[in-house]
């Protein structure tokens, strides 16, 4: 086996050991390799092992993998630029990282003329990071509602990318943090709201006892980024 291969095998397991602590279905949780700054190679092996659902930070990187390799599914988790939205609509079956009502307007209106009703998550800023992206817990119930009432996206739960710990029970307080903005949400807005996207390699399996369906795995899949 490729070493891709034996990295994701052993994520896969973590995964499941981690939902069987929890008295979760692993089939709730979803695997997103984070593959920003990976080559397409390294890629076409995880894809070869399984792994189907590929996350990218930057639009233009993305559209040359996509070119590349036939087959996988791209889910966008980094920072996107309004000029960015019609060809991030075309190319992404979920967007991790709304934070604006103005970014909304627009990935709407551009879905809108693609005739695609785009899946989309609010990012969450829950430290109120000056540098990091994300709304703010405080106008996040505001853009839930803006959004709600685009046709043409399905807003489909909440993303964080907490402060960095390097001990994870340092990071589950955001992610039960999240867990519950979204149950609150839930109640206020009756939105089903079934997405949780947290944990990254080095917490994931805290991210998935808290309630995480989306984990977004790079390193621990790819090895460390800038080889
Ligand atoms: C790179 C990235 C990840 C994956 O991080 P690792 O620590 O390498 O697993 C997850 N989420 C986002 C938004 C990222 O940019």
Redesign the pocket.
């Known amino acids: 086996m490729s070493e891709v291969a034996d990295n994701l095998a052993l994520v896969r397991q973590r995964i499941a050991a981690a939902c069987q602590r929890a008295g979760r279905d692993p089939s709730g949780v979803r695997l997103v390799a984070?593959s920003?700054t990976v080559g397409p190679a390294r890629i076409a092996e995880a894809l070869a092992a399984g792994q189907k659902i590929f996350?990218e930070?930057y639009v233009q990187e993305a559209r040359g993998k996509a070119a590349e390799l036939p087959g996988a599914t791209w889910h966008f988790?980094?920072r996107l630029q309004t000029n960015k939205a019609a060809q991030a609509v075309k190319l992404f079956e979920l967007i991790?990282s709304l934070d604006s009502a103005r970014l909304a307007v627009e990935l709407d209106r551009r879905a809108r003329a693609a005739g695609k009703v785009q899946e989309v998550l609010i990012e969450v800023n829950l430290a109120g990071e000056e540098t990091k992206a994300g709304v703010p817990e405080a106008e996040l119930g505001d853009l839930v509602r803006r959004v709600s009432e685009l046709a043409n996206l399905e807003l489909r739960g909440l993303m964080c990318?907490p402060p960095f710990f390097d001990q994870p029970e340092r990071v589950r307080p955001y992610f039960i943090r999240l867990r519950r903005l979204r149950d609150e949400l839930r109640e206020s807005s009756g939105l089903a709201l079934p997405e949780l996207s947290m944990g990254?390699?080095?917490d994931f399996e805290a991210a998935i006892e808290e309630g995480a369906t989306l984990v977004?795995?790079?390193?621990?899949i790819f090895g460390r980024?800038g080889r």
């Open positions: 984070a920003k996350g930070n988790i980094g991790h990318l990254m390699s080095g977004r795995v790079g390193t621990a980024r």
